[in-house]
């Protein structure tokens, strides 16, 4: 068989119980609405940087249990023994620089949102953007967010095109549930 030329062509030939196919026709390219969530997101990207999104999928219910349900203000508060905590579960990606990144990532949330309202207005609110130029912002205000995590937190949430193919279904359901107009 050749190799398929998209996620959709892909998770089409997988059975409809697959993590892939599941997150492909429920999650993958849909608006998210709650920062939590958002920042749940988020978390994910950075911890497949380096490994298969196959891995990170079926962790993604520990990885919602290790921190703290994505709630972003504790996920802030974290010290030295949440952080032993984190890198002595195996249900995660046990990397230092990662869970370091996420805590940090979160404090910087919380100031976008004292100063936004939310991370979703944040994000709402940025001007019309390519990806580049979205990689550059995130990098600014962000750790281990490099081009390919930030594309892809972008096209999994709905703020960058291209997460489904037109000849999917998929595409035609969330094409009209974009994130708010900016």
């Known amino acids: 068989m ?3 030329s998209s996620y959709c ?8 119980g697959n993590v892939h196919r599941i ?3 429920t999650q993958y390219g849909f608006p998210i609405d709650s920062d939590n969530e958002l920042f749940g997101r988020l978390i994910l990207e950075i911890n497949q940087a380096g490994l298969s999104w196959t891995t990170i999928l079926n962790k ?4 919602r249990k290790a921190f703290s349900d994505f709630d972003i203000r504790k996920i802030a508060g974290y010290n030295d023994q949440e952080i032993a905590r984190l890198l002595s579960d195996a249900g995660i990606i046990r990397n230092k620089l990662k869970v370091n990144a996420v805590i940090y990532n979160a404090s910087k949330i919380l100031e976008i949102q ?3 309202g939310s991370f979703k207005n944040w ?4 001007p019309d953007m390519g990806t580049k130029e979205w990689v550059k912002l995130f990098k600014k ?3 281990f967010t490099g081009g390919e995590i930030t594309k892809e937190f972008l096209m999994s949430t709905g703020y960058l095109p291209g997460a489904h193919v037109e000849s999917c279904p998929i595409f035609y359901k969330t094409r009209n549930l974009k994130p708010d107009a900016r």
Do not use: A, G
């Not at 062509?9 to 409809?16: A, F, G, I, Q």
């Not at 993604?60 to 990885?63: D, H, P, V």
């Open 114 to 116: 004292e100063e936004n």
């Open 60 to 63: 993604q219910n520990n990885f």
């Open 123 to 126: 994000l709402d609110s940025q």
């Open 2 to 4: 050749e190799k398929p």
């Open 141 to 143: 205000h962000f750790k």
């Open 9 to 16: 062509e892909y998770v089409n030939t997988l059975p409809d």
């Open 23 to 25: 997150y492909h026709d």
